[in-house]
């Protein structure tokens, strides 16, 4: 069983839709949570973190957390063209280690 | 979070050579991390490299095959050895934990070297 498992996609949603994005883990001594965001060709950038059950939001992006689920979902609101990206969903089990899935590739149609 | 720089950008090496990345931080820190990034695959980590100790190997990467140097805090290099056509990927440089950090868990990555062995 993969660790952190995420559909590969693509997702594909209008413009100015909500994407959403989910991803789910297996270690239930999980700790930390994080969504990146890896555009082609370039390295992956830290979106959000997310550590306490529930929601979190930073401007167009909340990220949900449910760990009695081990679900972890990241929303894109107003969806845009330039959101267009692979989204990697990545989990700490402690210590310095964080497990990645194989990400999300979403499509934004303008 | 830290400004990480890489280089080579990308390289193209022949079979059987050895080639050194190097990646520096403008900030100390704690935990730097090696990855390779196949097209259309995510992340696999292979080593994770600590200051004055010995580079951490994980499953599958061993250390006569990708050598891992981390003399300071802001600095370390992987080397690909004997390469492949197989060895053909991104690798990139990721790290955690400024010393003045107390969070050790959040990751940054650097520009990545795409290598490509003929």
């Known amino acids: 069983q993969k660790e952190v498992e995420q559909n590969s996609g693509p997702l594909s949603v209008p413009e100015g839709a909500i994407a959403s994005l989910n991803c789910t883990y297996s270690?239930?001594?999980?700790?930390?949570f994080f969504w990146y965001r890896q555009y082609s060709g370039k390295s992956p950038e830290l979106i959000m973190s997310?550590?306490?059950?529930g929601d979190k939001e930073d401007g167009r992006f909340t990220a949900q957390l449910n760990k009695a689920s081990q679900y972890v979902s990241l929303l894109i609101r107003d969806s845009q063209p330039s959101d267009s990206a692979t989204y990697l969903c990545?989990?700490?089990?402690?210590?310095?280690?964080?497990?990645f899935g194989a990400g999300t590739r979403l499509f934004v149609k303008a | 979070s830290a400004v990480i720089s890489q280089k080579p950008s990308r390289d193209i090496c022949q079979r059987g050579t050895s080639l050194t990345i190097q990646c520096q931080v403008d900030?100390?820190?704690?935990?730097m991390f090696w990855y390779r990034q196949q097209p259309g695959q995510s992340l696999t980590l292979i080593a994770t490299?600590?200051?004055?100790?010995?580079?951490?190997?994980e499953s599958g990467f061993v250390i006569d095959k990708f050598p891992i140097s981390r003399p300071n805090l802001t600095f370390s290099t992987l080397t690909v050895s004997n390469m492949s056509p197989e060895d053909s990927s991104i690798y990139l440089c990721?790290?955690?934990?400024?010393?003045?950090?107390?969070?050790?868990?959040?990751?940054?990555f650097g520009p990545g070297t795409r290598l490509t062995v003929l």
């Open positions: 900030s100390q820190v704690t935990m």
């Open positions: 997310i550590y306490s059950n």
């Open positions: 490299a600590n200051q004055g100790s010995e580079a951490t190997y």
């Open positions: 270690d239930r001594g999980s700790q930390s």
């Open positions: 990545a989990v700490n089990t402690g210590g310095f280690k964080t497990i």
């Open positions: 990721s790290v955690s934990a400024g010393l003045a950090e107390i969070s050790t868990d959040t990751q940054y």
